[in-house]
């Protein structure tokens, strides 16, 4: 009788430490599911934070680079100012990073990239949107400057790069009121500072102050 309730009391216990076990490892792996929960969450929270404004200036303002370093490749073959070379090198190499920097925000957002229309034979290569974006030149502008050469091309150059920017300043300020994704924002306010200076500059250049 007394090795039966041994035997009894064992199994009992036997049975209560795998109930036990079993419960354990629930909680574990509910605990791993939360955690895991959690950082998506943060993860998702780290990719957000932008709104319909910062989608707008980031697909506008790509499209208004492409524009202006197409302009600014002209300058090596048709420009004689070695100021005005200088400036365009400089434009260039400000700008094709802000592309880079601007489609990759696109892509993280799961928006559609702006097809680069650039370097194209077809009469569509120049006449990116320039009527519904501040600055841009129209097919005929760019058609123009592509032909000109010497003190003209600088001329020219210099005139429309001025509107050209213009426009970026203009487009870079209602990001900076209506965005809320901070690097935008925050590129937005590069915009303004840099491309006042070189406007600054251009006129001076043009005889204008």
């Given at each position: 009788m007394t090795a039966q309730r041994r035997f009894v009391r064992r199994t009992v216990l036997a049975v209560t430490a795998s109930v036990a076990a079993l419960m354990l490892a629930a909680c574990g792996n509910d605990g791993d599911s939360k955690a895991s929960g959690g950082t998506a969450t943060a993860s998702s929270t780290a990719t957000g934070g932008h709104n319909a404004a910062d989608v707008s200036f980031s697909k506008e303002m790509i499209q208004h680079h492409r524009?202006?370093?197409e302009m600014a490749g002209l300058a090596a073959g048709h420009a004689s100012s070695a100021q005005v070379k200088t400036l365009a090198t400089k434009i260039e190499g400000a700008q094709a990073?802000?592309?880079?920097?601007?489609?990759?925000?696109?892509?993280s957002w799961g928006e559609q990239v702006p097809q680069d229309m650039s370097g194209m034979d077809s009469g569509m290569n120049h006449d990116?949107?320039?009527s519904a974006t501040p600055g841009m030149m129209s097919d005929a502008?760019?058609?123009?400057?592509?032909?000109?050469?010497?003190?003209?091309?600088?001329?020219?150059?210099?005139?429309m790069m001025v509107e050209h920017h213009e426009g970026a300043i203009s487009m870079a300020k209602t990001e900076k009121a209506d965005g809320s994704y901070a690097p935008a924002t925050e590129l937005a306010a590069d915009v303004i500072t840099a491309q006042?200076?070189?406007?600054?500059q251009m006129d001076k250049m043009l005889g204008k102050s």
């Open positions: 524009q202006a370093v990073p802000e592309i880079k920097t601007m489609s990759g925000w696109l892509t990116m949107s320039s502008d760019m058609g123009k400057l592509e032909k000109a050469s010497g003190a003209a091309f600088d001329t020219m150059f210099l005139s006042s200076a070189e406007i600054t």
